[in-house]
């Protein structure tokens, strides 16, 4: 039986687009009302984001604090002075940002 290269190219497009949707990250940040700020990641099919590198970002774009979700997919620091965003990077397609402005009690 041959497939037709059509045939083959559908079905490996559906395959990775099916991959992308069920591993979608995921990002939440709180205030500790303590000053500091915990953010929890994680990603839709229950993966555990550990590891995935945390970057602070200031408003003008330069870089304020960089760590890493912890074994808890946990990321805590202290809330820089001014309007930030925290950066959750789990690769290409896989970054959110989540503003200061969005980072509640």
Avoid at 33 to 53: H, K, M, Q, R
Avoid at 61 to 84: K, V
Wanted: proline share 4%; net charge negative.
């Amino acid at each position: 039986m041959t497939v037709k290269p059509f045939v083959l190219a559908a079905a490996l497009l559906f395959m990775t687009t099916a991959a992308a949707q069920a591993h979608t990250p995921l990002c939440s940040c709180f205030d500790n009302g303590d000053n500091t700020i915990t953010c929890e990641g994680g990603f839709s099919d229950g993966s555990s984001a550990s590891g995935v590198a945390m970057r602070i970002q200031a408003a003008d774009g330069s870089i304020l604090m960089e760590g890493a979700m912890d074994a808890d997919s946990t990321y805590t620091f202290t809330r820089p002075a001014g309007d930030f965003t925290v950066l959750f990077d789990a690769g290409e397609g896989h970054v959110i940002e989540v503003p200061s402005r969005n980072i509640v009690l």
